[in-house]
């Protein structure tokens, strides 16, 4: 079986949050042009958005369909043992256009027991991002457990969090048990995270979604936030190199590419994952030709080589 650079269906998710820049900005042919839309998993595995193959020998098959037949070849034999044969990362754009909901999410040592399901380690690329982009990231100073939980028990959020400001060109590392949130403005971003859907809610400032609010998660919460954690944002907006590593953790590691000529992307023997952030670029796989533009996404089996042509900027992720 010859395999090759794999484009997925993107599965579109309404969050009371969104807006509409996944198609303004990015280009993307959202299902329903009255509503607001805050994420486009771009490929995915996951049971709440199985992306599907839009090209080649494999179009119409999901990756747990192909992971069934073809780990150690899509994969890499390494990240196909380590993981059994579980896809191990989710890549998605992100349109948050309004509070996100104050959050964090569990590490594999809580998740896997008490979820069945991987933790939920993450970080953001920020595409675009008004004046005001504010987020929250982590505890303010001394805040202690009891405190956190008598006060959300309360609805007391006031003074609890810190806030940071971020813009286009920065990348935001939310380990697991960072308490996070959007608070102003509006930011696009690129997260890769964990094949992981679980998130726990602290504060959703009291907005209602079909008539209801949404479900909160004190407990979970109170169990796995990192009361000591602090901000990890990194600012990549003036590095103009051509192959930037953006991130290089435990769980993947992340680059940022330029492309204004021909670039040639060595195999290695665990797959890709990709994404245009900006432009319109060719690539080249065993003579193959796929054209691709801003907002498009596509994964790399294991051990193939190809060759990028254009002009563009794109995130380049494995797992590890």
Not at 77 to 100: Q, T, V
Not at 101 to 130: L, N
Not at 242 to 263: A, C, G, M
Not at 287 to 292: A, I, T
Request: glycine share 6%.
């Amino acid at each position: 079986m010859k395999f090759y650079p794999m484009q997925f269906s993107p599965v579109f998710k309404e969050k009371v949050w969104g807006g509409r820049a996944l198609n303004t900005i990015l280009g993307k042919n959202l299902p329903d042009k009255d509503q607001n839309y805050g994420e486009s998993w771009e490929a995915s595995s996951h049971t709440n958005g199985l992306g599907v193959v839009l090209n080649g020998a494999f179009k119409g098959q999901t990756i747990p369909e192909l992971l069934n037949s073809y780990s150690v070849e899509i994969l890499g034999k390494d990240i196909a043992e380590k993981y059994s044969k579980i896809f191990p990362l989710l890549l998605k754009f992100l349109d948050i256009n309004d509070k996100l909901s104050i959050q964090v999410h569990p590490d594999d040592f809580y998740a896997i027991p008490v979820e069945k399901s991987f933790g939920k380690a993450e970080c953001w690329y920020v595409i675009s991002a008004s004046d005001d982009a504010t987020l929250i990231m982590g505890m303010k100073e001394g805040v202690t457990s009891e405190q956190y939980i008598e006060n959300a028990n309360n609805n007391k959020f006031d003074d609890m969090f810190e806030e940071i400001s971020v813009k286009a060109g920065d990348l935001v590392v939310i380990k697991p048990g960072m308490v996070h949130a959007s608070l102003k403005g509006s930011i696009l971003i690129c997260e890769l995270q964990q094949n992981s859907d679980i998130t726990y809610r602290i504060y959703d400032f009291d907005r209602l979604e079909n008539g209801i609010k949404r479900p909160l998660h004190i407990k979970k919460s109170a169990d796995v936030i990192d009361f000591n954690a602090k901000a990890d944002v990194r600012s990549f907006a003036n590095n103009q190199g051509k192959v930037v590593e953006l991130l290089d953790w435990e769980y993947f590691t992340l680059n940022r590419l330029t492309i204004d000529s021909t670039t040639i992307r060595p195999s290695i023997p665990v797959m890709k994952l990709y994404s245009i952030l900006k432009g319109t670029i060719t690539l080249t796989c065993d003579k193959e030709k796929l054209s691709l533009t801003q907002g498009d996404s596509f994964l790399l089996p294991a051990n193939l080589e190809i060759s990028i042509e254009g002009n563009g900027e794109l995130l380049e992720a494995f797992p590890k």
